[in-house]
């Protein structure tokens, strides 16, 4: 993206490999990365093409976080036993992921009902909001 730097582009293209390849670790880490040095660029967020690699990033590391917050490493690995505590600041940075997107555009609410790995989310008093956001005309 023109103006912007290339670094938080390389750093969220990382975080996509590593959810292709199913090490969300590592995609957590490129997500996190990206977008802090998109911070740190002073970067705007007013040209659309960044606005959407943005939302994606935010969307995806909200993703992870979920994942990550019932003690998986990957949507399929065995989950370990978190402490409370973790589960739910796990679960607020999650959320707090999806309203970045949200604000940054994303307005697909039956992406957000059908993402397996969000599953985690929908009990929480949160997600009726996020979904009645997600679903505001803009």
């Given amino acids: 993206?023109?103006?912007?730097?290339?670094?938080?582009?390389?750093?969220?293209a990382r975080g996509d490999r590593?959810?292709?390849?199913g090490d969300y670790t590592a995609a957590s880490r490129g997500y996190r990365?990206?977008?802090e040095a998109f911070v740190r660029a002073g970067a705007s967020d007013a040209?659309?093409?960044?606005r959407l690699n943005?939302?994606?990033?935010?969307?995806?590391?909200a993703s992870v976080l979920a994942v990550a917050s019932?003690?998986?490493?990957?949507?399929?690995?065995?989950?370990?036993?978190?402490?409370e505590t973790e589960a739910a600041a796990l679960r607020y940075q999650a959320f707090a992921h999806l309203d970045d997107a949200v604000r940054l555009g994303w307005s697909d609410a039956e992406a957000l009902a059908q993402d397996r790995d969000l599953r985690l989310l929908r009990d929480d008093s949160?997600?009726?909001a996020l979904l009645e956001a997600v679903r505001r005309p803009r």
């Fill in 1 to 12: 993206v023109a103006g912007v730097g290339s670094a938080w582009l390389a750093a969220l």
């Fill in 18 to 21: 590593g959810i292709r390849a």
């Fill in 33 to 35: 990365e990206g977008l």
């Fill in 47 to 50: 040209d659309p093409d960044v």
């Fill in 54 to 61: 943005l939302r994606v990033a935010h969307y995806n590391l």
């Fill in 70 to 83: 019932s003690g998986r490493t990957t949507p399929l690995a065995e989950p370990a036993r978190l402490p």
């Fill in 126 to 128: 949160r997600w009726a």
